[in-house]
């Protein structure tokens, strides 16, 4: 994965808006956030291959960290955190957030076909 | 430096502002002022905040009562302040940089069409930490810069980012609000499920006044 590249991302928002597309959203903050600091609060969630559909998306932020939101006929979806994208990866829109360690935190995830 | 050169009579006041309880530290003494001295003010409140972590101590809010509760601790700040035109304008928080432009740009354009505002508070864009905060300013300044220059308000602008004075310079205007810090403190305890400040309650009028006398501002410069 290569560091998100603000203008890019942008067109890649743009080129797939207003289409049905399959969704991976997840944050994180480790199953064992709780177990090495007792402090800690473990919460994590995802959301895997629901069908959503935006008019109107962005990308901003400063780097290394990225917001996305993107405008749903009822509802807003929203992402930060983000750090890089999958440069393979064509027809899909793949970004994650990693921590210093190299870890994922956040993932937001855009497919015009399901993820396995 | 305007100091209490600064009119507060006859003026139209537009605060524009994205989240309830923005206006409490920031600008309520001020508003607070010019109320007091006959001018009129409206509040544009972009968002109800519904994304706030915020859900009271102990907690009586959840993600579904928020947005209501909060929709009636901005009445009740207002009340305390005396703004009696309060406008919510139905974007949801932490999208406002991710809004469609021409929707936002166009809500406030409206308000500045209808108002016709002397002066227009809100956030230094850029300085003012949280997203929304930047973009509400950023599309402010947009809507005044599409005016014709004989027809721009005054635009005064909250800016808090560390650091901030140093590259802006000190604030240009410094209200003083020592009159108002009743008012000013009835706003900040407005907001219940936000803020907790037992301490408030019992401060003697000379705490308050060493604690929110003041208010700063930065006026944005056209050119
Ligand atoms: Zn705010």
Excluded at chain 2, 201 to 218: I, P, V
Aim: charged fraction near 25%.
């Amino acid at each position: 994965m290569l560091p998100i590249d603000l203008e890019y991302i942008q067109q890649r928002i743009d080129q797939m808006k207003d289409q049905d597309l399959y969704i991976h959203l997840e944050l994180t903050n480790g199953a064992y956030a709780a177990h090495n600091d007792a402090s800690r609060h473990p919460a994590a969630n995802f959301i895997k291959n629901a069908v959503i559909r935006y008019a109107h998306g962005g990308i901003s932020g400063v780097s290394p960290y990225y917001r996305v939101g993107l405008k749903m006929e009822h509802g807003w979806i929203y992402s930060e955190g983000l750090t890089h994208y999958e440069e393979t990866e064509n027809d899909r829109l793949i970004m994650a957030g990693h921590d210093k360690d190299g870890k994922l935190v956040v993932a937001l995830q855009l497919s015009p076909y399901p993820f396995e | 430096m305007i100091t209490d050169m600064e009119r507060f009579d006859n003026q139209r006041v537009l605060v524009v502002l994205p989240h309830p309880d923005d206006e409490s530290f920031s600008v309520s003494g001020s508003l607070a002022k010019y109320l007091k001295n006959g001018s009129q003010v409206t509040y544009a409140c972009l968002t109800l905040g519904q994304m706030a972590r915020n859900m009271g101590s102990p907690l009586f809010a959840n993600r579904i009562t928020l947005p209501e509760i909060r929709k009636e601790e901005l009445a009740q700040s207002c009340r305390a302040i005396g703004i009696q035109d309060l406008r919510m304008l139905g974007f949801h928080d932490k999208t406002i940089e991710f809004e469609d432009r021409e929707l936002l740009d166009g809500a406030i354009s409206a308000l500045i069409e209808e108002l016709n505002p002397t002066v227009i508070y809100t956030f230094y864009p850029g300085y003012a930490v949280h997203p929304d905060h930047d973009a509400t300013g950023a599309a402010v300044v947009r809507c005044v810069e599409n005016l014709p220059a004989e027809r721009r308000p005054v635009v005064r602008a909250m800016a808090f980012s560390r650091g901030c004075e140093e590259i802006l310079g000190p604030p240009d205007v410094r209200v003083d609000v020592k009159d108002f810090v009743k008012q000013k403190a009835a706003s900040i305890q407005s907001h219940k499920s936000q803020f907790w400040v037992p301490e408030l309650k019992k401060a003697s009028q000379k705490d308050l006044e060493s604690r929110f006398g003041t208010e700063r501002f930065w006026t944005i410069k056209f050119d």
